[in-house]
Structure formats: structure tokens, C-alpha cells
């Protein structure tokens, strides 16, 4: 492997996606030298602080082929001139003919442009989901000849074709990926089991005060104990914010609470407008889309954290969610759904609560009896801090990955990042 690994990623930096910063910053921390490549440019208007940090060079490859004409032509002129370039294309048309789609199109000019435009020190190439960040990266090795690998973790595991993740597979060198689910689909499409590894990308527990000691005991029998609950996620449908506000909606009248949402999508106002037909408006909060600090204060100041994950229709849905990490880390109980890898991280009545997705009835029935029972919110909240301290921290995840790139991380990698 070359000095420098290439990670392409669809956009950079995201607030969505903290967990890829957290393992950028934490191998350049071990010694693996990076460049970023993104499929589109930063739309998010804030960044977390992790993402000062990073000290990779980031490059942004065309999003749009029809806006950066000439880029992509002088990639494609100097790449049709090269041995590779009849394979890569015979691939390419290969792929066309089961998806012919502009997007197909478009993620072969990406990699035209990151296979010419690549920098010289790079010898691996890194993508980061199993969709169009690996397509186009896909495209650049067959360009290249250098070696490429893949973390995949939720909506790019199940939102395209068994041909052609095993494609993918079949060509790379390695996949990691972050749910058991994840990595039992992957494996029986891969040419060799082995070639599919569960890493957990967990959390950086440095990066988080120690979880309140004590919260306080409302039950939401009167207005000024009334209990928070809290959101963090885009709202799209996977998600299943418009189930938990049905559910709100049954919740019985003596009960007091509101509901804090943080993030944004393109439901935003789908969800704004049932909230105010169920009669919701003055019980909610829309945040939008936030730092990482005032996420961290909702953990902190909340009483218990709901996501009511779902399939999708399209099949997209949440591998192992970061945000029930991150609300556990600071011992904020967590209700969620018997989706994905929910249940490898949250024991139904031990370690939080699990319904069944798309039951706004049991969604409400566990919502009126936690709300009521702040002793047991506790109880679930220390349990799911310790689940999350002894087997999700991102060390030995990053330690793995840290081999996989050819480093010999020290004893010492615990608590780098904070460095």
C-alpha cells in the first residue's frame, strides 16, 4: 500500500455523519495518511468541532458532469489514452445495460475524474458506503489498477441490487460493515465469507462529558414536571416520526410532556403539518439541524430518547443508529424499534425498550408508561451507559481498521482522538 489511502465519501463534512469523522480523525491520529474525495460539495451550513480537526486535504469532484464539462473531459481524454481504460469501460457499459440511468452515467464521470486527478501519493482507495461513494470508487480502481475496500453500513446495503453488491465484493479487497444483519447479507454475497468483517464504528467516549449523575424525577403528572422527550434525525421516512406522532397523539390527556426534534429532511414540513392537524403544535420543538454541543445538551437535558425506526418502501433503513449511542452514553433511556441492529445494541426492558415498527398503539403504550416511571428511565439509562461503555467504544474498531490499513496501532490508542 502506498503512503497516502484515498476515502470517498458522498459529501464532506456532514452533520449526519459524525462517525466517519470520528474514525478519519482517529487514524490520522494512529498514522494513516488520508486525502478526502467527495462526491458533492458541503450543504450543511455548521460542522461539528471533530471536523476542524481533520487535517486531510479534502477535493470535491463534480456532482454534476453537465457543470464541470471540461474537468470531465480532460479526465476522460487522459484516461482513454491509458491500458486500464478498455476494462473500465466494458464494466462500465456492463453495469449501464442493468441500470441505465443518468446516475450510472454520472458515477462513471466521477471516477474518470478521481482516477486523473488523483494525487500521486495514494496507493489505497476507501469508500465510505456501499452506493455511489463505492461505484465511483469502483470505476477509479478498474481505472488505476490500485487496490480499493468499502464501510458499508445502512440505506447502501439495501437500497441497490444483490448483482451488483456482489459485483463490489467480488472485486475489492475487504468490507467492513457495522450491524450483524449488515454483515450476514453481505457475506452470502461475497466470493469468500471471510471477506466481510463486523466492525462496530462505536463512539468516542472521550468526546463526551460523563452522563449526569442524576435526572430529574418528573412523571408528567403536572405541568412542571412535565417530561422531555427528545430526536435526534433527518426526517425522512426510515426514520418513523410521523408513527411517533401518532402515537403522541394517543397518549392520554393527564399525561405532560413535549417533544424536542433536532435535524432536518425533506419531511420537515410533511411532519409540521400532521403535528398541527393532530393538535400538536404548542407540545413541539423543530429544531433543525445542530452542532454537536447543543445535541449533546438535548442528551443532557432530556428525560428519554424515542426512534421509531422503520423499513422504508424503497427497503432503506437504519443499520445500528449513532444517536442511541450517543443518548446512552450519557444515560438517557432509549426507546426504539425491533429493526436492524437496534436490538444488538438495546436489550427490550434491560437495556432500553424495543416495540414493533409501524405500531403507533405499542409505541404509545411504552411512551405513557416511561413517561410515568422515571425510576425505571433510570434504571434503563445506567444499564444502556454501561452496554455502550463495554462494547461499543470506537478503540477497537479503530484498531481494526487501523491493521486493515496496514498500521501497527499502539497500546496507547485509547482516548488519542481527544488529544
Known amino acids: 500500500m502506498g503512503a497516502a489511502v ?36 458541503q450543504r450543511d451550513r455548521q460542522i461539528h468541532p471533530i471536523h476542524r480537526e481533520i487535517q486531510a486535504p479534502v477535493y470535491y469532484l463534480p456532482e454534476r458532469l453537465r457543470d464541470r464539462p471540461l474537468r470531465v473531459l480532460r479526465a476522460l481524454l487522459g484516461e482513454a489514452r491509458k491500458a486500464r481504460f478498455r476494462a473500465a469501460l466494458g464494466a462500465w457499459l456492463s453495469d449501464l445495460r442493468r441500470d441505465p440511468t443518468l446516475d450510472r452515467v454520472r458515477r462513471f464521470g466521477q471516477g474518470l475524474v478521481l482516477a486523473h486527478e488523483l494525487d500521486g501519493d495514494v496507493g489505497h482507495l476507501h469508500a465510505h458506503f456501499l452506493h455511489t461513494p463505492a461505484t465511483a470508487t469502483r470505476y477509479a480502481s478498474l481505472l488505476t489498477g490500485l487496490p480499493w475496500s468499502c464501510s458499508a453500513h445502512a440505506r447502501d ?172 452514553a450519557q444515560a438517557l433511556a432509549c426507546l426504539s424499534t425491533h429493526i436492524s441492529a437496534v436490538p444488538e445494541l438495546i436489550d427490550d426492558g434491560e437495556t432500553g425498550v424495543l416495540v414493533q415498527p409501524e405500531d403507533p398503539d405499542a409505541l404509545a403504550e411504552a411512551l405513557g408508561d416511561l413517561i410515568a416511571r422515571p425510576e425505571t428511565r433510570r434504571r434503563l439509562g445506567q444499564a444502556g451507559l454501561a452496554r455502550v461503555t463495554e462494547r461499543f467504544s470506537h478503540e477497537a474498531g479503530l484498531r481494526d481498521l487501523a491493521e486493515r490499513f496496514g498500521l501497527e496501532p499502539s497500546r496507547g490508542i485509547k482516548g488519542q482522538s481527544a488529544a
Request: hydrophobic residues 45%; charged residues 25%; proline residues 6%.
Open 157 to 328: 446495503i439495501w437500497t441497490i441490487g444483490d448483482w451488483e453488491k456482489a459485483r463490489k465484493l467480488r472485486e475489492m479487497q475487504w468490507l467492513v460493515t457495522c450491524t450483524d444483519t449488515g454483515r450476514a447479507h453481505l457475506a452470502a454475497l461475497a466470493p469468500s465469507p471471510e471477506k466481510v468483517q463486523l466492525v462496530y464504528h462505536g463512539i468516542d467516549l472521550a468526546r463526551f462529558p460523563p452522563a449526569p449523575a442524576m435526572r430529574p424525577a418528573r412523571d408528567g403528572s403536572s405541568a412542571e414536571k412535565a417530561v422531555t422527550l427528545f430526536s435526534v434525525g433527518r426526517a425522512v421516512e426510515k426514520k418513523g416520526f410521523d408513527v411517533l406522532l401518532e402515537a403522541l397523539a394517543r397518549l392520554p390527556d393527564r399525561l405532560h410532556w413535549r417533544w424536542v426534534h433536532v435535524g432536518d429532511g425533506d419531511l420537515i414540513a410533511d411532519l409540521k403539518a400532521q403535528a398541527a392537524r393532530l393538535g400538536l403544535d404548542d407540545r413541539i420543538a423543530w429544531r433543525g439541524a445542530q452542532p454537536h454541543d447543543a445535541v449533546l445538551e438535548g442528551y443532557r437535558t432530556a428525560d428519554l430518547f424515542v426512534l421509531p425506526c422503520r423499513v422504508a418502501q424503497d427497503g432503506d433503513r437504519d443499520g445500528l443508529p449513532n444517536v442511541l449511542l450517543e443518548a446512552q
Open 6 to 41: 484515498a476515502f470517498v465519501l458522498k459529501g464532506y463534512p456532514r452533520l449526519s455523519e459524525t462517525f466517519i469523522a470520528q474514525e478519519i480523525r482517529g487514524l490520522e491520529l494512529l498514522g494513516l495518511d488520508i486525502r478526502i474525495y467527495a462526491l458533492r460539495p
